[in-house]
């Protein structure tokens, strides 16, 4: 897994690994739910996360100059953003996993 943005409330990720990419980020997604849900808001409710998950080609390079950052680009980018904006906000206890089609492909039928 490898972080490659962070921007508000956002946290952009990515799996190369060939064969099991897509349980890798589940996995994570799984990860943050149970540990965000042991931090409160200010309103004492627990906080939440959104999750979109695909998995297809991306293009990748650096951007920027003056403070120049790696950053992905592409179609399936574009779809786990949408789905994780879209998506119902999920706790560890009412977890929502948003997962494309081809992502859903991706993932063995163990899980």
């Known amino acids: 897994m490898t972080k490659v943005e962070t921007f508000n409330n956002f946290l952009l990720v990515y ?9 890798e980020c ?5 990860e943050l739910l149970a540990t965000t849900s042991a ?5 004492g409710e627990p906080t939440t996360v959104r999750v979109g998950v695909s998995s297809g080609e991306v293009s990748a390079g650096v951007i920027g100059h003056n403070s120049p950052r790696y950053s992905i680009f592409g179609d399936t980018v574009n779809t786990a953003s949408r789905m994780a904006s879209s998506a119902e906000a999920s706790t560890a206890r009412r977890p929502f996993l948003h997962i494309s089609p081809s992502a859903r492909e991706a993932i063995s039928d163990e899980l």
């Open 39 to 43: 931090v409160r808001r200010p309103d």
């Open 26 to 30: 589940l996995d994570l997604a799984l």
């Open 15 to 23: 799996s190369g690994r060939p064969g099991s990419h897509a349980e």
